[in-house]
Structure formats: structure tokens, C-alpha cells
């Protein structure tokens, strides 16, 4: 059964840049389309960015396009994303998830049945 563990989060200024990592445990990641949401306080969590599994096609939020970078490492079981030019609104529990599957994108958070426990990012203005 694959586990995922977040690191990376923490407290960074406006325009700030952060890298967060996802660790798989198991021999299935490079298998998995990877994906990162968010939850800010007091709202629903949201589809932040994705990569497949195959090729390795990516996809973004509107509000992080240009900004935000996912990747993923599959010799090491990690996905990154690689967070630039931080906004306030940008604050939020981050979590990686995971899914087995054909469709991408994928951006509904039932469809992936594997989190982890999540990293605080906290951008202050």
C-alpha cells in the first residue's frame, strides 16, 4: 500500500519562493498521477496542480499557472512543486495525492484515493 509524506512547508514572505516535496512509499509510484491540493482556512479544498504518470503532463490552476511548478522524481518516488512569486491567498494546508489510472486531468479530490497528512504554508503579506 503505497503512504505519501509531505515535506517543505513552512513560513515565507510575499514574493518568496518554496519547494514542496511528496515521499511514496512502495514500488507503484511511478504508476500514480500525482497531484497537489490546498485547503485554506474556512474553504473547500482545491486542485492546485497535477502530472500524469506516463509522460508526465502537467496541469494548473488558473491561479497558480506561471507561478507554480510540478515534478516529479520517479527513481526517488517524489513529486515537487516548486512554488515562486508567493501570494498571501497562496496560504493553505498543501497535499499531495495519488490515483492509478488512464483519465488526465483529473482535478476532483474524489477521484484520488491516496493523501498524505499535509504541510502548512503560510505566506505573510
Known amino acids: 500500500q503505497v503512504q505519501l509524506v509531505e515535506s517543505g512547508g513552512r513560513l515565507v514572505q510575499a514574493g518568496g519562493s518554496l519547494r514542496l516535496a511528496c515521499l511514496a512509499s512502495?514500488?507503484?509510484?511511478?504508476?500514480?498521477?500525482m497531484v497537489w491540493f490546498r485547503q485554506a482556512p474556512g474553504k473547500q479544498r482545491e486542485f492546485v496542480a497535477g502530472?500524469?504518470?506516463?509522460?508526465?503532463?502537467?496541469y494548473y490552476t488558473d491561479s497558480v499557472k506561471g507561478r507554480f511548478t510540478i515534478s516529479r522524481d520517479n527513481a526517488k518516488n517524489t513529486v515537487y512543486l516548486q512554488m515562486n512569486s508567493l501570494k498571501p491567498e497562496d496560504t493553505a494546508v498543501y497535499y499531495c495525492?495519488?490515483?492509478?489510472?488512464?483519465?488526465?486531468?483529473?482535478?476532483?479530490?474524489?477521484?484520488?484515493?491516496?493523501w498524505g497528512q499535509g504541510t502548512q504554508v503560510t505566506v505573510s503579506s
Open positions: 495525492a495519488g490515483s492509478f489510472g488512464s483519465n488526465w486531468p483529473v482535478t476532483s479530490e474524489t477521484a484520488y484515493g491516496i
Open positions: 512502495g514500488r507503484t509510484f511511478s504508476s500514480l498521477n
Open positions: 502530472i500524469s504518470w506516463d509522460v508526465g503532463t502537467t
